[in-house]
């Protein structure tokens, strides 16, 4: 109650911008534009968007050259402090990652209140920059190689913690069972409203729609069950960290240049936890779940963990499958609340009624990986 009380009361030095802000911003930068692109960064004052973003060129000791420019526009404390993390995880992988590594670097950033924003490199080759969409064409355009060198590159990204963690304002991710109890328990207790193949609507938990999927007289015991023995299983490698998670590992949030190279991008969510199980179980689980208009991703995604993982990682293959499941467990859970809600599919993300029974079906199957993994 209290934190909430905070940030109502230090989001009253969070400003909305105007079009005269955007300006003043790109201005001063040394941007080239036009007000074209002052209203296009402006779009996100639209429901659910809380960043203007752009690519424009921008004059730099005598040339031009094109930057990627992020301004936060929703005035809210919350986008604040998201977008404060991400430019100063940006800036220390900049400082400790290995040279050959592509990070976006940042070229100046203003955390000032009340308006904050960062002009950010671009990254080399990819076309439009590299960025790839939440669609089936792009998880199905990756080969089992691709996603090989994918995975490498989440096990580096960990990795990095051991570097970073001494550095002021990482987020703290927990590795203690009592806390993803709870978190279990308070994801099954959200209602949603889900739709039947009949065309019937129906209110009910998230833990009451699942013990019906799966026919089972309380669904939260038998989470509860599973999550407590992995965390016995996990419990070996606490303190083998730290380690650093994305948390928020989706295909929107990975860079793929031309050449095949992969980099993590969009830092708000990023943690240091002290258990290698954890990462996984956050970048793992949350890359799988979002996958699911792909299962051959899901398929290939599943393979890279265990072999890549044995191989770059000092976790063997039966902690690695561990962290998988509890990743597994997690974001079944965590995205069922989304995929399982009809309204939240159909009016919020904007899906026919086909995408939205193809989601949350895939979601639902997520349960049984964890029998066969």
């Given amino acids: 109650m209290m934190k909430k009380f905070y940030g109502a009361i230090l989001s009253l030095f969070v400003k909305r911008p105007t079009s005269t802000d955007i300006e003043r911003i790109l201005e001063r930068e040394s941007f080239i534009f036009d007000k074209e692109d002052v209203q296009d960064l402006l779009l996100g004052n639209t429901k659910g968007v809380r960043y203007g973003v752009k690519t424009l060129p921008r004059r730099e000791s005598g040339e031009v050259v094109d930057r990627f420019v992020k301004i936060v526009i929703d005035g809210k404390w919350e986008t604040y402090t998201l977008f404060k993390r991400q430019v100063f995880v940006s800036r220390a992988l900049a400082a400790h990652a290995a040279k050959d590594d592509l990070f976006v670097s940042v070229a100046h950033a203003s955390t000032s209140l009340p308006i904050a924003y960062a002009v950010f490199g671009t990254l080399p080759e990819g076309r439009g920059y590299g960025f790839m969409h939440d669609k089936k064409e792009y998880y199905d355009a990756l080969s089992q190689d691709d996603v090989n060198n994918l995975v490498r590159k989440i096990f580096q990204f960990h990795s990095l913690g051991q ?211």
């Fill in 163 to 373: 570097d970073i963690v001494s550095l002021k304002d990482m987020r703290r991710i927990p590795h203690e069972k009592a806390f993803y109890c709870k978190e279990n328990a308070d994801l099954l207790a959200e209602k949603v409203v889900s739709k039947d193949v009949r065309g019937v609507l129906k209110e009910c938990t998230v833990e009451d729609f699942f013990a019906k999927v799966y026919r089972v007289s309380n669904f939260l015991q038998e989470s509860h069950k599973f999550l407590e023995d992995l965390f016995v299983e996990a419990s070996q490698y606490v303190e083998r960290g730290p380690v650093m998670t994305h948390a928020d590992l989706a295909i929107d949030n990975i860079y793929m240049s031309e050449s095949k190279d992969f980099s993590l991008i969009d830092f708000e969510w990023v943690g240091i936890t002290h258990n290698p199980l954890i990462a996984i179980m956050y970048d793992y689980g949350n890359l799988r779940a979002r996958a699911w208009s792909s299962p051959d991703f899901q398929t290939r995604l599943d393979k890279a963990f265990v072999s890549v993982g044995a191989d770059v990682s000092e976790i063997p293959v039966d902690g690695i499958r561990v962290g998988m499941k509890l990743g597994l467990l997690r974001s079944t859970i965590l995205m069922a609340r989304y995929h399982i809600d009809y309204k939240h599919t159909t009016e919020n993300d904007k899906r026919s009624d086909d995408e939205y029974f193809a989601m949350r079906d895939a979601t639902v199957a997520q349960w049984h990986m964890l029998k066969v993994l």
